[in-house]
T-cell receptor
């Protein structure tokens, strides 16, 4: 079967750093993506890792270890607007995104 | 703003009815995928179309069907609606990169 595991909830304060982990077990792995979704909104692309290592995009970074079937999303200098659900998703070559159940991040002042 | 639009935004149907949801992809994006997102869950892959042909399908029954048109629009059709079909339906378009761009979704309620 195919499965992705990520924590259901994470809480943090403004200015802090948060890491959201994701482990996966899927067939046809091509890469790992991260999406952000605010309540009632559409998933928005954050980052994509096809190779092992760290990808940095502003305050957000994402890491992948293919040998460990593991990745994480790192959010720095947290802001209130970062409160949202974060999904890791496996890209299967040429076809679907297989999503995890999502992590709800709550940022407080 | 992803350039992907969906209609309608909300819809209420009763069990047994049929529904058609519509999506307009970004110009130049030949691949469109449809996802079902139940409350509190991640999106679940329904199927994908590339140049008007279905080229991938998730674990959904045949009463979920689709079409893609040359003008970058597409449809999701669901027959014989069931209560469990109540969800947010998302379409996503993709060009040559791996990034998928999602529309705002259609929220379907089946009574």
């Amino acid at each position: 079967g195919q499965s992705l595991e990520q924590p259901s909830e994470v809480t943090a304060v403004e200015g802090a750093i948060v890491q959201i982990n994701c482990t996966y077990q899927t067939s046809g792995f091509y890469g790992l993506s991260w999406y952000q979704q605010h309540d009632g909104g559409a998933p928005t692309f954050l980052s994509y890792n096809a190779l092992d290592g760290l990808e940095e995009t502003g305050r957000f970074s994402s890491f992948l270890s293919r040998s460990d079937s593991y990745g994480y999303l790192l959010l720095q200098e947290l802001q209130m607007k970062d409160s949202a659900s974060y999904f890791c998703a496996v890209n299967q070559a040429g076809t679907a995104l297989i999503f995890g159940k999502g992590t709800t991040l709550s940022v407080s002042s | 703003e992803t350039g992907v639009t969906q209609s309608p935004t909300h819809l209420i149907k009763t069990r047994g009815q049929q529904v058609t949801l519509r999506c307009s992809s970004q110009s130049g994006h030949n691949t469109v995928s449809w996802y079902q997102q139940a409350l509190g869950q991640g999106p679940q892959f329904i199927f994908q179309y590339y140049r008007e042909e279905e080229n991938g399908r998730g674990n959904f029954p045949p009463r979920f069907s689709g079409l893609q048109f040359p003008n970058y629009s597409s449809e999701l059709n669901v027959n014989a609606l069931e209560l469990d079909d109540s969800a947010l339906y998302l379409c996503a378009s993709r060009g040559h990169q791996e990034t998928q761009y999602f529309g705002p979704g259609t929220r379907l309620l089946v009574l």
